[in-house]
């Protein structure tokens, strides 16, 4: 069974940083798209950003220019790099890993991120 399990989260001043990290039990980011999703209070859970296990990456148009999403393989870990924190970025912020053509589809627990005005 692949665990994910996220880190990084907390609480920071609107204009600022946070760095989210998400460690696999196995080597799959290697071979599964990872993506981190986020979700609001009240709201759906929404994809914010992913990246294939080719190193392509994809921003929603609210984070785009502000977060960047990177991998380490060695250390089985994605990163999501936040700058310019903004007090609508708060949510819970998920690390999802799928591979379509191994119907598989993991899902990290949660990592609260709270920005304040």
């Known amino acids: 069974q692949v665990q994910l399990v996220e880190s990084g989260g907390g609480l920071v001043q609107a204009g600022g940083s946070l760095r989210l990290s998400c460690a696999a039990s196995?080597?799959?980011?290697?071979?599964?798209?990872m993506a981190w999703y986020r979700q609001a209070p009240g709201k759906q859970r929404e994809l914010g950003a992913s990246i294939t296990r080719g190193g392509s990456t994809n921003y929603a148009d609210s984070v785009k220019g502000r977060f960047t999403f990177s991998r380490d393989n060695a250390k089985n870990t994605v990163y999501l790099q936040m700058n310019s924190l903004k007090p609508e970025d708060t949510g819970v912020y998920y690390c999802?890993?799928?591979?379509?053509?191994?119907?598989?589809?993991?899902w990290g627990q949660g990592t609260q991120v709270t920005v304040s005005s």
């Open positions: 196995t080597s799959i980011i290697r071979i599964y798209t």
């Open positions: 999802n890993a799928f591979n379509s053509a191994l119907g598989r589809n993991y």
